[in-house]
């Protein structure tokens, strides 16, 4: 009788403690401000692992504020060199976080709308170069798909 129902005690801590996992948690990397998502380190992490489906609200707190300075920071590079490898690499975080978020039942909404419109500044509303908006698609597609 003793054995069942260790076995059993057993196979619920195991369930109990295996529930949270790689979707519940934010990986290191994502968590070490705006450089990671600038391109240094994500040789071990992809961008799209650091929009966990049940992120706690500090983590996605810390990883929204560097994403968001490091879309700013490339947004202010590509108008400066349209069509060069800022563009790109905006796109890229922009594909990624996209693909983070799917699935994520809407918790990183905000942040999307937010990095949308980082991405896409423009002063004075202007229209962005047709060169910008082109290598930033071709990055937006390759995050979106590998990101």
Same mark, same amino acid.
Not at 104 to 133: K, M, Q, V, W
């Given at each position: 009788?003793?054995?069942?129902?260790?076995?059993?005690?057993?196979?619920?801590?195991?369930?109990?403690?295996?529930?949270?996992?790689?979707?519940?948690?934010?990986?290191?990397?994502?968590?070490?401000?705006?450089?990671?998502?600038?391109?240094?380190?994500?040789?071990?992490?992809?961008?799209?692992?650091?929009?966990?489906?049940?992120?706690?609200?500090?983590?996605?707190?810390?990883?929204?504020?560097?994403?968001?300075?490091?879309?700013?920071?490339?947004?202010?590079?590509?108008?400066?060199?349209?069509?060069?490898?800022?563009?790109?690499?905006?796109?890229?975080?922009?594909?990624?976080? !996209?693909?983070?978020?799917?699935?994520? !039942?809407?918790?990183?909404?905000?942040?999307?709308?937010?990095?949308?419109?980082?991405?896409?500044?423009?002063?004075?509303?202007?229209?962005?170069?047709?060169?910008?908006?082109?290598?930033?698609?071709?990055?937006?597609?390759?995050?979106?798909?590998?990101?």
């Amino acid at each position: 009788m003793r054995r069942p129902l260790l076995l059993f005690a057993l196979v619920s801590l195991i369930a109990v403690t295996g529930c949270g996992g790689p979707d519940d948690s934010t990986p290191t990397a994502c968590l070490e401000g705006p450089s990671f998502y600038l391109g240094k380190g994500r040789d071990v992490v992809l961008i799209s692992d650091c929009l966990a489906e049940n992120q706690t609200g500090g983590d996605l707190a810390t990883v929204g504020t560097a994403m968001l300075a490091a879309a700013t920071k490339l947004n202010s590079e590509a108008r400066a060199e349209p069509g060069g490898n800022a563009n790109v690499q905006l796109g890229y975080l922009l594909g990624a976080a !996209e693909r983070g978020a799917d699935g994520t !039942e809407g918790i990183h909404a905000e942040l999307l709308r937010r990095l949308s419109a980082a991405a896409r500044y423009s002063p004075d509303n202007r229209p962005l170069p047709a060169t910008f908006l082109a290598a930033y698609q071709r990055g937006f597609d390759a995050g979106r798909s590998r990101g």
